[in-house]
């Protein structure tokens, strides 16, 4: 199917929302013949889109494919920039692989590389990140802030939030932050988030943010050393999560945090990060590459650098550490 | 000629320096018979060196090609791990690019890449840089230093010094620094220093410093826009500057002055930056991305960010701009 007929059919239906469409209202709207029209319903059904037809009324789709489609998540998509822009694999070696090459192509802000499956995901630290198919949300942000060097890491946050946000409205629960890039529910890990750059000493060239969600895994689809420390929104929730849905609800909170970020700065994001964080307050041990440092979390400075108080009152700066609460 | 053997023969000519080596003595040495010894020899002419040979003496080296290699460069190099690890290309896109592909692939720290020419060589902010072949000094060293992002300009300021350095103990002349990264001599642009970053939001993986020195080019082959504001070691000295020579002598520098930071910080550096910098203490316009400021440059901070005090006496911190003094 021509993808510029694709798209404004999938939008017709979206503007319809639960309304039926006739076959001559959608030829009218897309600009095409009443055959054409059910040439390419019957082409979304074949790819696991599922439409009610009803006589009369005419058309609705019910039930969008398990497998994701750049369609599908453009389907009520209501962003200005997040988003717009979807690059969908099915199956990749690693998304930030793919969002870095686009990055270096001046592809627009806001394009998002997604797939239903990645082969080698990585988390911080180059550590695996498992990342199954049809399961769970693996994606790529690319953004390009004029912000200093020395910023970047307060995007790990801006994202945790927009993610917690997003969890909130989908399925009603109220996840927790652990710094710097962890969300949790009930202690254990939900996302990760891997936030990359590529960038001249003075001047940012690309963000590119990694988001690994993960949405649908039973418990037993974990690796056993995950099971105690992973969880999916399926087992928090007790059914199943729409992905396209819930990438939706990220772009949405993103594109407002970023929005507002970028015209008020970090500090009306440092709050609302700090009404979800958990570790501050508490006591903790954070293990950077060359020590471990023991004390109470004070907080997180302006440019999102955790702040640690020890035994003997001096106050650590931590960029970069494991936190173990 | 294989590498390894080229390699032997290199080091004992390098080892011998105006004293000359007999064939047997080079068999000894290299481990191999005396007409292997002069297969290589011829192999070595063939490519440019010049051999003097001298009956009842030996042999020694009087010339290198004009043409770079890593084994003329690798000839007399003093340093422990930087530029131990050469890629020579004759000519290449952009010594940056090959030197990122080779980051991401883990290559050892000090790695460095050198053309004899970049068809698009580039400068900061993705501009044109002049890289013709066979006159200048093209080349990309790559570094993993365990230093947070917001120190990364650092290392443009520590490039600045070591070149600054190397062209003193090379020349005889002394060069200027224009923040953040150009070299000058009399007023025009010897070299350039572009830092890029491979990096996590909290952990940088590797640091890529492409440096640009023009060097045998006469004022004729500077495009004409270029003429007045850029000049080379050749036309400053009145004689031909031997290129390996200089870049021997910039690892030399350079790891010195990257040692002493990795010891004792960034403080060294500073002062040794603001002995050979023009700029501080100066009425000057900052052009940045959103803003012209102009003031008087006060010097820079810590964290390599250049301070300037306004007319109205508020100081500006500027991590990226051009400068007009």
Redesign the interface.
Known sequence: MQSELRKQLLDAFTNAGESYLSGQRLAELVGCSRTAVWKHIEELRKEGFELEAVRKKGYRIVKTPEKLTADEIMLGLTTCFIGKNIHYEESVESTQKIAHQLAAKNVPEGTVVIADEQRSGRG??NRNWHSPKYTGIWMSLILRP?I???K??Q??LLTAVAIVQAIEEITGITAEIKW?NDVLIQGRKITGI??????????IHS?IIGIGINVNQKKEDFPRELQEKASSLLIEKGTPVSRAEMIRSIFKHFEKLYLLYLDKGFFPIKLLWESYAISIGKILKART??EVIEGKALGITE?GVLKIEDASGTIHHV??ADIEL
């Open positions: 911080r630290m004029n200093p060097l020395s970047a890491p995007l790990t710097p891997l936030t990359e750059l590529q960038a001249e000493a003075d001047r963000i590459l060359t440019e960029y970069s």
